[in-house]
Structure formats: C-alpha cells, structure tokens
C-alpha cells in the first residue's frame, strides 16, 4: 500500500564532484520496492536528474519559496525545482525552522506551493530536546502536523518526515519504542483528520539513521522509510541503508 522510500538530504555539501557517490548508488539499487529520493544542493539537481537518466531514483530539493514568482532574491520556487528536474521537495526542515525562523504557516504554505507545482513535499516535524524532556513531544508533533500539512494534502502529493531536532546530526536516537509511539499516534492524527487517505501517507523517519540502526528502526510499524542526513552523502554509507529497507519492504510481500 505504501511504497517505502529511502530519502537523503545532502543539505549544504557536495558540488560537481560528488555526483560519481551517485553512480554507484544507481548500479546498487534497482529495487521496485523501494523509491530512492536524493535532494542535493539546488545547484546539482539538474545535473543529477541528467545523470540519473532512466534510473528511477527521485530527485528532490532542500527547501522552495511559497510564492510561485517574484522578487525573492536568492529563493527558488517549487515551479523552479521542478523545470530542474525534480519531482520531489523537503520542506519545513527543522534547520530551516530553526536558521530561517520558518513558521508552521509558512511550511504548510511552502507544501501548497510545492503541490501546485507538481511536486511531492517532504514535511518535516519533530520536537526539541527539551520538548521531549518536558514530556510534549506528542503535543508538539501533533501540534506541527495539523498546521504543515495542508488541508488538501494527499499520501500522494505529501510525505511526513519525523526528525526529533536532537537526533538530528547527533549520532543521538530515540528508542525504538519511542519512534513507534510518534509514528503510531501520527497515522491516528492523519486518520482523524484525512478518514482513509490516512494509509496512504508515508512516514519517514530521520535523525542520526546510519547503516548501523537502519534495520531496527526499518522494522517498526508505521516507519516507512527514512529521511537521511550525513549518511546519505557517500554511497558506502547510505548503500546499506537502501538495502535494509530493500529488505524490510521484501520481507513484507505476501
Ligand atoms: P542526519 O540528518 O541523518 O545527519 O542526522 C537528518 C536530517 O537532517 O534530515
């Protein structure tokens, strides 16, 4: 029902050069079950869906404007992503919520752009730290889905990517029963508010996923994919990474 998908986000790293990581991810991975999504630096995405060619793997971008044009120097639009050749976009990071004080507003309207442009969004939410220490992680979470995702939001047109802020980059976790709650009370939040449609959104998660934790985490309900940082940028690192989900997904054909 949910095809899973194995996102990495380069964020600010890699430049021309890099591109070759990307070949030997393409001779690696030709699984139908799983959809690769790599969103390299804005100036890299032509150059990758040309070098990708035929190969399924999704291209995406790191961030779009809300506006579809205009006097916005420096932004790009989702309409802009997409005539690059990307059919993806990561919206709401938390380095950008946190960097560029993006407001759940504004990700929601960033995710209506990216919609109108043809684009699938990536959502991310996630609690910090202290959120979670202070036990509001569920009402944080639940707080930034209903506000970031819009109303008109699809599991075709809008993936949710938890990334609790403090795993981000840490080499920190979650446990896993404690990705499994977020995860299990983010479907019944989707389901309340989008009825059925609820099962067709996929729920990444992200923060510090290395080859090392991917199968465990790939094996939790309702995680159906992963949101990869660091380890996305050398395809030795997130090679196996693909593959565990490769696995995960196999092992659930009937
Ligand atoms: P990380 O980043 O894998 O380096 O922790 C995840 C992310 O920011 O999406």
């Not at 591109?19 to 969103?39: D, M, Q, R, T, W």
Request: hydrophobic share 45%; proline share 4%; with cysteine.
């Amino acid at each position: 029902m949910r095809r899973r998908l194995a996102a990495g986000n380069w964020k600010m790293n890699g430049t021309a050069a890099s591109l070759s990581e990307v070949e030997k991810l393409l001779e690696a991975h030709l699984s139908p079950n799983v959809e690769i999504l790599l969103c390299p630096p804005a100036t890299l995405i032509a150059q990758l869906a040309a070098k990708k060619g035929q190969h399924p793997l999704m291209v995406g971008g790191q961030d779009c404007h809300a506006a579809a044009s205009g006097a916005h120097t420096g932004d790009i639009s989702a309409e802009q992503l997409k005539d690059a050749g990307a059919t993806y976009v990561i919206v709401g990071h938390s380095e950008r919520r946190t960097n560029h004080g993006e407001t759940d507003e504004q990700v929601a309207a960033k995710a209506r752009a990216a919609h109108a442009a043809g684009l699938t969004a990536v959502i991310c939410i996630g609690e910090t730290l202290a959120e979670r220490e202070a036990g509001q992680t569920l009402d944080v979470v639940g707080r930034q889905l209903d506000a970031s995702v819009p109303d008109a939001a699809t599991g075709q047109t809008t993936v949710i990517a938890y990334e609790p802020v403090w795993a981000i980059g840490t080499g920190l976790t979650p446990t896993n029963e404690q990705i499994g709650e977020v995860h299990d009370f983010m479907r019944s939040r989707l389901s309340a508010r989008f009825g059925a449609d609820a099962a067709f959104f996929r729920l990444l998660y992200g923060g510090s996923v290395k080859a090392s934790n991917a199968v465990e985490i790939f094996a939790i309900p309702d995680v159906d994919g992963a949101l990869v940082g660091g380890a996305s940028l050398k395809a030795a690192d997130f090679s196996p990474i693909v593959q565990a989900l490769e696995q995960a997904a196999e092992s659930e054909l009937p």
